[in-house]
């Protein structure tokens, strides 16, 4: 760990002597509770740290898919409906070159960064406007189209960080100094 | 005596290295210290003209304008757009470098990519909040960060990406903009984050920071508390102004010589946590495949690099004579320490002249006088940096991180990222240029 300076202390602390309230930081923080943060918290973390309370099956994301993102991502998640809207299944291997194209079932090392980004993003002109219920259940269809779930399987907080991905460990970190 | 030393000793157009490359200590003092029996004035031999007035001087101009705009004249330096038509996707603008000089990036002309369109963001109700493993969490407005010491500081911002036309495995005959303008370089100023880590009192356990954008998409990447506490900064101005809306209006995380992408705009939300996110950004777009298909993950470093502005693709050497190849250098490992310049395709090297001073993780220009003889000649530049990191050479460089196996057609797509290897430009007898590899 790198040293960490208490700049702003010191000088607060040369500027007014001993003024307890100053002599830790510069006080011009807010203080907020994590109650309050509790509508921007939307962080999950790969562990299932941060995934909400709910759950959803591919039979009810397929329904909320036909409504609410076939027209970019089109039929059974082949893509092409917009641009931009990459395949949702699918993918060849990587050792098909540099420029495969990476998807879910060929790239990603875990299955909370599906939640995640639907919850984040999409639908793409409606970003946050599905329910917890809706993620789970849309990234369980999504799952179950690349054959990484049964059609039956639940999505919740505790099934879905346990999704096994099957790119997982074929990642390598260039510079693991930096971190 | 010793202060008359350059003056007195200024040397001739001595050749460094093959092609016409000149010694680059012909650019001490002012211009080139033209000596001995090769320099010849106006090598055209065209008389010139007596002088007349033009009508711009007979007349009273315009007043004087509150927000000045370049010349009708300059229309043509603007950035280029990956999606002219406001389509429901991502947008691209590209950095003119081979109609720029110097090493700031006017803000106009800062590359920008935006995943969901640029918020319009008021800077009154905008809040940044830092909480997860944290002692106290804390909100900020852009009216208290102003009130911290700020610190100034010359920083790249390069997008992961840029380049990427160069994973053709054949080139592609587009601009220096159109292959690197998705890095620009910019006087930043703002709080450091450490400083406002500190105040919300970070636990020692958290490792990662999850840093979130308040566009559509929240964009969020996990950043290392380690990186936060080496140089990272929440940015408010930009050049002196506050930040332009597509560079991160109000504010946005600057991790000095890291992937653009991680330099969070619009920031709203630090986490501290004890293990990364493994957000979409790190998941898919931002790291790499290899050849043999391992991939790459949290490749944060923009390595060393270097291209030439001028003269590159697009422009045309109009007659022989003396040019001056200029362009820019840079690494994400801090300052560039040298930059050899070839004219023969990298047969043989000399080295050019940095324009100083050298800022970590920033634009350095170099500048490498140059006589063309009117002969087809291979302009390239190959930069070194202070960590002792050379930019690669292409051979090398394809043979570690492969190349596409057809051309590519459209210079606007991402085979890959990171490509940090050699530009080249070749010169043919006419004077024109053609991107090239060699």
């Given amino acids: 760990m790198s040293m960490r300076k208490p700049f702003a202390a010191l000088a607060l602390v040369l500027a007014f002597g001993a003024a307890p309230a100053f002599a830790q930081n510069a006080g011009l923080g807010k203080p907020i509770s994590e109650a309050d943060i509790k509508q921007w918290d939307i962080a999950i ?51 098909n070159g540099i420029e495969t194209q990476k998807t879910i079932a060929n790239y990603y090392a875990y299955a909370t960064t599906i939640f995640d980004y ?39 907080a505790k099934t879905l960080p346990q999704v096994k991905m099957p790119n997982r460990d074929n990642f390598i970190m260039p510079y693991p100094d930096r971190i | 005596m010793g202060r008359f030393k350059g003056r007195r000793s200024a040397p001739s157009l001595e050749s460094v290295a093959g092609n016409g490359l000149i010694n680059r200590r012909a650019l001490l003092g002012q211009g080139f210290a033209i000596a001995g029996a090769g320099a010849v004035a106006g090598a055209t031999g065209a008389a010139a003209e007596p002088l007349q007035d033009y009508p711009w001087s007979l007349e009273f101009g315009q007043s004087t304008p509150a927000l000045q705009s370049p010349s009708k004249f300059e229309k043509q330096v603007t950035r280029t757009l990956s999606n002219p038509k406001d389509e429901l996707r991502n947008s691209h603008a590209r950095t003119p470098h081979h109609l720029l000089n110097g090493t700031v990036t006017p803000n106009s002309m800062h590359f920008s990519i935006n995943h969901c369109g640029i918020p319009d963001i008021d800077p009154q109700q905008h809040k940044l909040v830092i909480h ?18 700020l610190t100034t500081r010359m ?60 566009d559509a998409q929240m964009l969020d990447r996990s950043i290392p508390v380690k990186k936060a506490y080496d140089d990272a900064l929440v940015a408010i101005y930009q050049n002196g102004e506050r930040l332009m809306p597509g560079n991160g209006y109000p504010m ?43 991939t790459w993950r949290f490749h944060f470093l ?32 801090g300052r560039i320490s040298r930059v050899m310049v070839s004219a023969d395709g990298g047969k043989s090297w000399g080295e050019a002249a940095l324009q100083g001073p050298t800022h970590p993780q920033a634009f350095t220009r170099f500048v490498m006088p140059w006589r063309w003889d009117g002969q087809p000649a291979v302009l390239q ?22 190349q596409t196996k057809q051309p590519v057609t459209n210079p606007l797509i991402f085979p890959n990222q990171h490509y940090n290897s050699i530009t080249s430009w070749g010169v043919d007898n006419k004077g024109e240029i053609k991107h090239v590899y060699a």
Avoid at chain 1, 136 to 147: D, E, H, P, R
Avoid at chain 2, 310 to 320: A, W
Avoid at chain 2, 381 to 402: H, I, K, M, T, Y
């Fill in chain 2, 302 to 333: 923009m390595e060393v690099k270097s291209f030439i502005t001028y003269p590159s693709f697009s422009h045309q050497l109009k007659e022989p004579g003396m040019y001056t190849i200029s362009g820019v250098a840079y690494s994400g490992a």
């Fill in chain 1, 118 to 156: 639907i919850r984040r993003g999409m639908p793409y002109t409606m970003p946050r406007s599905l329910k917890d219920d809706e993620v789970y259940a849309l990234t369980a269809y999504i799952l179950s189209l690349n054959k990484l779930i049964g059609e039956n399987d639940a999505m919740d």
């Fill in chain 2, 252 to 294: 946005r995380l600057l991790v000095p010589g890291y992937q653009g992408n991680m330099n969070v705009k619009f920031l709203r939300r630090i986490k501290a946590v004890d293990q990364p996110a493994m957000t979409f950004f790190e998941t898919k777009n931002y790291s790499q495949i290899l050849p043999g298909g391992k």
């Fill in chain 2, 132 to 149: 997860g493993m944290v002692r106290q969490p804390l909100e900020f407005t852009l009216d208290k960060l102003s009130r911290y010491p």
């Fill in chain 1, 45 to 95: 973390l790969p562990d299932g740290t941060g995934l909400p309370p709910g759950s959803g099956t591919p039979a009810q994301g397929a329904q909320i898919y036909a409504q609410k993102c076939v027209a970019c991502h089109a039929e059974g998640g082949k893509g092409g409906g917009a641009p931009g809207a990459g395949p949702l299944v699918g993918g060849a291997p990587l050792t």
């Fill in chain 2, 381 to 402: 530049s190959r930069a070194w940096d202070e960590s002792g990191n050379a930019q690669p050479l292409r051979a090398d460089f394809v043979a570690a991180r492969g």
């Fill in chain 2, 155 to 214: 920083a790249f911002v390069e997008c992961a990406g840029n380049s990427a036309p160069m994973f053709s495995n054949e080139p592609m005959q587009i601009t220096a903009q159109a292959i690197h303008g998705l890095v620009s370089n910019s006087e930043w100023t703002g709080v450091r984050l450490s400083t406002l880590l500190d105040e919300a009192g970070i636990d020692p356990k958290a490792k990662w920071l999850v840093a979130e954008g308040a």
